[in-house]
């Protein structure tokens, strides 16, 4: 079983980047070359350029962008590259990353360039997508090899790729196939010229044969080191995603400003509390604003003792926690409904301390304007002059403060400045509420909240909220109002078929939204083989992109068929299969979630000002950036600062944050040899299909969880 970090956010040194050179004595003279941690990415607007420029945006590793189709682009030469400060011969980047081998005309002068500066200062190349052929040093795939689509076939990392860079990978490397009908990845497979020093690191069967062939590999040729890699691909690919981290580990040698690691948190919307039911006959949910039929009561979904105990048993089996955002009224009303007894309550209380906990205000109300109900879909309520009403100040903070006193005297482990409002309310609710309620920014004030729970699929963004900092949340495609797999079908039904099919509509009024159905899904066995595989998918694609934002069900999930645990444990499951012990899932709490991310935001803003700067001369990298501001990179083990060791392990490498006091910090490298991993190599190829788009219609009920922008890696739903 993989081990899951449940740390909180990351407070190591400052980790400093080195190049595959080769070490320098101690003290470094005058000779020893100046390397800025900086690289060089040559795009031609293809994928998979566009792939490792994101790759590089995410973990907060600075590079510079030349496009090769700008008439006005800078021209690479000997000047751009490479120049002089202080007397000492400087490298203005540590890696360069091409679109292929050599993507400029023949006896082109900015290539003889590339090639002369990687070959002077051990600058390694990677070539994104390139074409299998001896000047990348492989066979023709006539010979022997293959040429084109790889769609589910399953990769491996070979002995040589595990000892190396991608050995943070269990070794599969399994392809999508996500659409029969639409060829998703190409690629070449084949061995290398005979003669060739080529080391495969990634590699696959070659159909109809019993061998195998390269598909990322490191060519040494010429003084020069290349990562080749024959396939394409986009940043969203789980191919991609699975070899991004080795990929930019080999090109900087390990040593690099940014980190990356993979992290998953989910949150458990209103616990204690019931949530109402999806009528199938009605086509809404009794109970909410919009489904107002007095004939038709509300059917309520409530966990039990048993689901509680299944949850702890399952959260000790995957070695990671949940997040459970309660409602304190929703077990004093059922102990004034059933003579002062509540076995769930006293069963989730007797376990509490295995379970972090969030305030989701005491009763759940909406927090944002008085909502007018009378009209489908709601809206605000005004005055007699036209202006808003509000949900009060008193209001709102009661609500905040009573559960948090609810909370403390159940004993509940509680981190008081977080909050989760009753449908992230308070906050503006396109198209009804255009503006955040203004006195809940007072409430927050009242209570000192620093982080407040809000929508991705509305805010992806983090902003402020008086006090507090939001930390957006994906909403999952487990409906609020299911509790059973066949609700979760005819309502999925419901809203992505068409009005002939019996659907709502909704898809074929917006037909950018790719999740419609060409049909509705057979309601005994649609979840398991249409909703959970995508959902997963959608899940997993965030925790491999370095996203740490959290994941949002409700309690319903939890309960009756619990509809939840097949999508968790496929993606807990699934990223165990995929990686070594060495890189677990991350599991953070809400706070430090919100304060990774704020750390990244200055970190990102600093990078665009250019206002950090680092680079390695010979065993020592320095850093300079402003006062107060979080450092972020990865090293080797084993790099000190100030005499003492410092980075958190992670994927075989130590990485972190730690504040900047203004002066520059000095890191010492352990002694290293030659990087050991290459760039890889790409050459001319079709692009790849990004992943679908899925995002929600217009006019699609707030109260409902709808699909992911896949394409943007946001999920797309509402919430209750």
Not at 389 to 395: A, D, I, L, P, Q
Request: proline share 7%.
């Amino acid at each position: 079983m993989k081990r899951t970090l449940r740390t909180t956010v990351l407070t190591v040194g400052v980790l400093i980047a080195a190049l595959g050179l080769p070490t320098g004595p101690a003290q470094a003279d005058d000779t020893t070359p100046r390397v800025d941690l900086r690289i060089l990415v040559v795009s031609d607007g293809g994928p998979s350029t566009d792939a490792i420029a994101a790759e590089l945006t995410a973990a907060g590793t600075p590079y510079t962008e030349i496009d090769l189709t700008s008439s006005d682009r800078t021209v690479i030469d000997a000047g751009f590259l490479a120049d002089t400060v202080d007397g000492r011969p400087r490298a203005r980047f540590q890696a360069v990353v091409l679109p292929n081998d050599n993507p400029f005309p023949a006896g082109s002068t900015e290539m003889a360039a590339l090639a002369a500066y990687e070959r002077t200062y051990a600058i390694p190349q990677v070539d994104a997508y390139t074409y299998a052929r001896p000047e990348a040093g492989l066979q023709y795939p006539v010979h022997g090899g293959y040429s084109g689509s790889l769609d589910g076939a399953e990769a491996q990392v070979t002995d040589a790729g595990r000892a190396g860079a991608f050995g943070y990978l269990d070794g599969a490397v399994p392809f999508e196939d996500n659409d029969p009908a639409v060829g998703e990845s190409y690629a070449y497979l084949s061995r290398p010229v005979a003669g060739a020093d080529f080391t495969s690191y990634v590699d696959a069967a070659i159909p109809g044969q019993s061998t195998r062939g390269t598909l990322v590999g490191e060519y040494r040729h010429d003084g020069r080191r290349e990562l080749v890699v024959t396939f394409v691909y986009n940043q969203y690919q789980q191919q991609f995603r699975l070899l991004a981290r080795g990929i930019v580990e080999w090109m900087t040698g390990g040593v690099h400003l940014g980190a990356s690691r993979n992290y998953f948190a989910v949150h458990v919307d209103d616990v204690f509390a019931a949530d109402d039911r999806w009528n199938t006959e009605l086509n809404c949910t009794p109970g909410d604003v919009d489904c107002a039929d007095p004939n038709v009561e509300p059917d309520p979904i409530r966990m039990t003792p048993d689901d509680v105990g299944h949850a702890t048993a399952w959260q000790a089996d995957k070695g990671f926690t949940l997040d459970l955002a309660y409602n304190g009224a929703g077990s004093v009303d059922h102990r004034e409904d059933n003579n002062g007894d509540d076995a769930l309550t006293d069963r989730f209380i007797a376990d509490r301390n295995r379970f972090r906990w969030i305030n989701h205000t005491y009763s759940h109300p909406f927090l944002g304007c008085v909502q007018d109900t009378s009209v489908v879909p709601w809206r605000c309520a005004t005055d007699a002059d036209g202006s808003t009403r509000w949900v009060s100040r008193n209001e709102i903070s009661d609500e905040i403060a009573t559960n948090r006193v609810w909370g403390e005297r159940a004993g509940l482990p509680l981190e008081n400045d977080e909050l989760v409002t009753g449908e992230h309310s308070g906050m503006k609710v396109l198209p009804q509420q255009t503006e955040d309620n203004p006195n809940l920014a007072l409430a927050l004030d009242d209570n000192d909240i620093a982080w407040l729970g809000s929508d991705n699929s509305r805010e992806p963004a983090q902003r402020p909220v008086g006090p507090a900092i939001t930390v957006p949340r994906y909403p999952m495609n487990v409906f609020y109002n299911a509790g059973r797999a066949a609700e979760q079908v005819d309502e999925y039904n419901w809203i992505y078929t068409s009005r002939a099919q019996g659907g709502s509509g909704i898809c074929e009024d917006n037909p950018a939204t790719t999740t419609c159905l060409t049909a509705p899904l057979d309601t005994a066995t649609g979840y398991d083989e249409v909703i959970v595989p995508l959902e997963k998918r959608i899940a997993l694609g965030h925790v491999l992109a370095n996203d740490p934002k959290p994941h949002f069900i409700h309690q319903s999930n939890l309960a009756e068929d619990r509809i939840a645990y097949p999508v968790l444990d496929g993606v807990l499951d699934g990223y165990a299969a995929l990686f070594a012990e060495n890189t677990p899932v991350v599991n953070l709490r809400m706070k430090d979630i919100g304060a990774e991310l704020r750390r990244r935001a200055a970190w990102q803003a600093a990078l665009q000002t250019g206002e950090v700067t680092a680079y390695r001369i010979g065993d020592t990298v320095t850093v300079e950036a402003p006062d107060g501001l979080a450092v972020t990179a990865t090293a080797p083990t084993g790099t000190t600062l100030a005499g003492s060791a410092f980075g958190d392990a992670y994927a075989g490498a130590v990485s972190g944050w730690t504040p900047s006091s203004g002066d520059p910090l000095a890191l010492v490298l352990p002694t290293m040899s030659t990087g050991t991993s290459a760039p890889v190599t790409t050459g001319s190829a079709e692009a790849t299909e990004p992943a679908p788009d899925t995002r929600v219609p217009a006019g699609v009920s707030d109260r409902v969880p709808y699909s992911a922008d896949q394409d943007a890696a946001d999920d797309t739903t509402a919430d209750d």
